[in-house]
């Protein structure tokens, strides 16, 4: 088509009708999470995101397990309206992320999803973000701060530093914090995979209400987050992740020598704002056990009101004024 050779109306028509620029916020979608994109990034091709101004600084939301990126639904018009762009991606192996290869292998091993990260930042041409999460988000953001501080402007963590190692977690706990990794040791299993894959859903909503025994979240709130977990590969990431913490996987060769920085309990130099929630019902540790990780601006926040595990969803305004308190460390 040329434009030039147009007349204004059918010239304007045409401009409107255009596609949006690679890499561009999308602003013709009122509810930007019914307007999801794909990209071609490392191993994956993502599902995301992409709300706000494709000029204002970036910042990426990581959800974690069993939930999907609707823990970020109020957060993201609260950064929006701030003048951030904003990405969500579902992780790997949840929503419309896929292995890209046909034979790709199913890893949910931690430096997979730290490397996941940094995979989606270069697909979308991004040098520097804000990375922010809860969970398996939140480790997966904390490995690429840690690993790769250059592409790290802030981080954001609830329940501070989850970078750990197969020997680390080759440790016993106390009975009581063995307890509340019950599902770990389920899933090491194969009647804990056919028991996952036959009551994901099910599964799913027992962990949000252990997780956050005083959030009352509603049906319809739950089937919307729980459709991201028949993804077809989550299962086996789900059953990848935690086999690989008690080591019964090893993980692929590509990721070793990843993994064996992450061994060292690498110190996140990047400004952080570590969140913990008074009500939280998933193991995590005191907050005091892990600052000294943290070697660059750092502060800690204790959110209160009754806040489980999924800070984010359930305290959205906490979370985003942490995102943009870190920025202006």
């Known amino acids: 088509m040329n434009l ?19 890499g561009a916020a999308q602003s013709s979608c009122a509810d930007p999470f019914a307007c999801i994109r794909q990209i071609d990034a490392g191993e994956l091709n993502v599902g995301y995101v992409d ?15 069993p939930y ?27 929503g419309t992320t896929r292995l890209r290869a046909a034979d790709g292998v199913a890893d949910g091993e931690p430096a997979a999803g730290g490397a996941d990260v940094i ?32 592409r790290v402007q802030g981080l954001v963590a609830v329940s501070g530093y989850l970078i ?33 894959a036959a009551n994901r859903h099910a599964f799913a909503r027992l962990i949000w209400q252990q997780a956050s025994p005083r959030w ?18 989550h299962v086996a990431i789900t059953i990848s992740n935690y086999r690989w913490r008690l080591g019964l996987e090893t993980g692929q060769a590509r990721y070793q020598a990843l993994a064996a920085r992450l061994a060292s309990l690498p110190p996140i130099s ?28 750092y502060r800690h926040q204790q959110v209160s009101g ?8 359930e305290a959205p305004r906490a979370f985003a004024d942490a995102v943009i308190a870190v920025t202006q460390f």
């Open 164 to 196: 750990s190692s197969q020997q680390q977690a080759s440790q016993p706990l106390a009975p009581e914090a063995e307890l509340q990794w019950w599902y770990q040791f389920y899933f090491a299993t194969e009647r804990g995979r056919a028991g996952y």
């Open 306 to 313: 009754g806040i489980g595990h999924n800070l984010p969803q």
């Open 216 to 233: 009352q979240f509603d049906n319809a709130t739950f089937e919307r987050s729980a459709a991201a977990l028949d993804n077809p590969d």
């Open 270 to 297: 990047v400004p952080a704002i570590t969140l913990e929630s008074d009500a939280n019902g998933a193991p995590h540790a005191a907050p005091q056990a892990y600052a000294q990780r943290f070697t660059g601006p």
């Open 68 to 94: 999907d990126i609707h823990s970020y639904t109020d957060v993201v018009p609260m950064l929006t309206g701030a003048g951030y762009r904003v990405l969500v991606p579902y992780l790997r192996g949840f």
């Open 4 to 22: 030039f050779k147009l007349p204004l109306a059918a010239l304007l028509a045409a401009l409107l009708a255009a596609p949006l620029m690679a």
């Open 119 to 150: 995979a989606f930042m270069d697909a979308l041409k991004i040098d520097r973000a804000i990375l922010a999460g809860f969970d398996w988000g939140a480790r997966n953001a904390a490995i690429a701060a840690a690993l790769w501080p250059e």
């Open 51 to 65: 709300a706000g101004p494709a000029d204002g600084k970036v910042v990426i939301l990581l959800h974690g397990w």
